[in-house]
């Protein structure tokens, strides 16, 4: 589990295929990666990877097709920037919300413009995950946990502080571009239970 603040960010180093999916190098500041194993879990610009070959200067991840059909990854070229989170500790502060890294689909920047010291941002998510964005709710967008302010059927709009502008990939977002998108968890599960008209009616 993570949640959604960002800790530091590395850069897309190299890409290897391997019949449709890949192994790809990122190159990470050293104070992240001291401690760091084979197999510790990473959020990568709100992506649940694995860490394989770490070392001081970075580690590999595999991704998967699930991963490539969901999530903007696969688009990502050498010299990109990443947002990096390591798994959160059982005595860690939770100071975002709860983020498991796992995609739900990717949501547009429409539009960013000034609002005093931070700037607005509304982006556009795909219709079938709108349900799951609510006014003053959280989304994680890149890795970054944030707040709603509002929603407008499939458009919602977030406040970024200048803070998060500087120290996450946030800040160097245009229109058009795409980033990849956590609804909110707990929004999830509910989804799923109001499926039935009685709960102990799930796995029957």
Known sequence: MFTGIVAATGRLRSRESFNGDLRIRFEVPEELMAGCKVGDSICVSGC?????????????????VETLDKTS????????????ELAMRASDRLGGHLVSGHVDGLATLVSREGDARSERFLFEAEQH??????????ACLDGVSLTVNDVEDNRFS????????????????????QVNLEVDLIARYLDRLNQYDHPDEIGA
């Open 48 to 64: 649940c990877l694995t860490m394989l070959d770490p070392d001081a200067t970075g580690f590999s991840a595999d991704l998967s």
């Open 73 to 84: 990854l696969g688009a990502r070229r050498e010299g990109d920037s990443v947002n990096l």
């Open 129 to 138: 995950l709108a349900r799951y964005i609510a006014p003053k709710g959280s």
């Open 158 to 177: 977030i406040c970024v502080i200048p803070h998060t502008l500087v120290v996450t990939t946030l800040g160097s977002l245009s229109p058009g571009e």
